[in-house]
């Protein structure tokens, strides 16, 4: 049986990846012939998705707290989710993964990168992505685009300050790790968003 492949996606707050899920799933089973699970962090479990509701909902968690909490919905996500459809050679489309963890909580936040790596080394173990797409903007375009949106949580309301430190925390991973997670420029219109990650999706199907 061929391996099931992880893929995630992620991006600042307004970025369309909602949309742009959609379209990659299309995209996957059409191109790849892979039977796509599709997921989200926070979530993606009974327990995940009530972590979720406290994790952005709550006022006045920690950044401790956060991390763990994230960390905790992870953890039901792996087991329950991500490593059993793996196994069974399906594809997983995750919205949001541990790159989000050191964005938000390393970057936005200022945890230690040290204190999240070792969260992902203890409960991932070697597993982590096969491929990230990263959909930038610059925080100003992001938060007018998602102004407006019916699901406001606990992140909508940070400034743009945070918005700016969650930015360059994810293109610092990108810059660390460059051929697994490819930055797409999401401030351009939908259909070129779609042409580039069309085209990255297609050159990293020809490198399996
Ligand atoms: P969501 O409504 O899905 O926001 P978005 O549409 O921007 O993805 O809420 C998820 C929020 O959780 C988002 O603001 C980022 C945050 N988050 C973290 O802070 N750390 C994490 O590890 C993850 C997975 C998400």
């Given at each position: 049986?061929?391996?099931?492949?992880?893929?995630?996606?992620?991006?600042?707050?307004?970025?369309?990846?909602?949309?742009?899920?959609?379209?990659?799933?299309?995209?996957?089973?059409?191109?790849?012939?892979?039977?796509?699970?599709?997921?989200?962090?926070?979530?993606?479990?009974?327990?995940?998705?009530?972590?979720?509701?406290?994790?952005?909902?709550?006022?006045?968690?920690?950044?401790?707290?956060?991390?763990?909490?994230?960390?905790?919905?992870?953890?039901?996500?792996?087991?329950?989710?991500?490593?059993?459809?793996?196994?069974?050679?399906?594809?997983?489309?995750?919205?949001?993964?541990?790159?989000?963890?050191?964005?938000?909580?390393?970057?936005?936040?200022?945890?230690?990168?040290?204190?999240?790596?070792?969260?992902?080394?203890?409960?991932?173990?070697?597993?982590?992505?096969?491929?990230?797409?990263?959909?930038?903007?610059?925080?100003?375009?992001?938060?007018?685009?998602?102004?407006?949106?019916?699901?406001?949580?606990?992140?909508?309301?940070?400034?743009?300050?945070?918005?700016?430190?969650?930015?360059?925390?994810?293109?610092?991973?990108?810059?660390?790790?460059?051929?697994?997670?490819?930055?797409?420029?999401?401030?351009?219109?939908?259909?070129?968003?779609?042409?580039?990650?069309?085209?990255?999706?297609?050159?990293?199907?020809d490198l399996l």
């Open positions: 049986m061929k391996p099931g492949r992880f893929i995630t996606l992620e991006g600042g707050e307004g970025a369309g990846k909602t949309v742009n899920l959609n379209f990659i799933r299309d995209w996957l089973v059409q191109h790849a012939g892979a039977t796509v699970r599709v997921t989200r962090e926070p979530g993606g479990t009974a327990v995940g998705e009530d972590i979720r509701r406290l994790f952005l909902q709550q006022a006045d968690l920690q950044p401790e707290t956060e991390l763990l909490l994230i960390f905790a919905a992870r953890a039901q996500h792996l087991h329950q989710v991500i490593r059993p459809a793996l196994a069974r050679g399906e594809w997983v489309l995750c919205d949001r993964f541990t790159d989000a963890s050191y964005a938000y909580q390393g970057g936005g936040r200022g945890l230690a990168q040290e204190r999240i790596a070792y969260l992902e080394n203890w409960l991932q173990g070697d597993l982590r992505p096969d491929l990230t797409l990263l959909l930038d903007t610059p925080p100003e375009l992001g938060k007018a685009r998602a102004h407006g949106r019916g699901d406001a949580n606990r992140f909508d309301t940070e400034t743009e300050r945070f918005y700016v430190k969650v930015r360059q925390a994810y293109a610092d991973r990108a810059a660390s790790e460059p051929q697994r997670i490819q930055r797409v420029d999401a401030s351009r219109p939908l259909p070129e968003v779609q042409q580039h990650i069309a085209t990255l999706l297609l050159q990293w199907l």
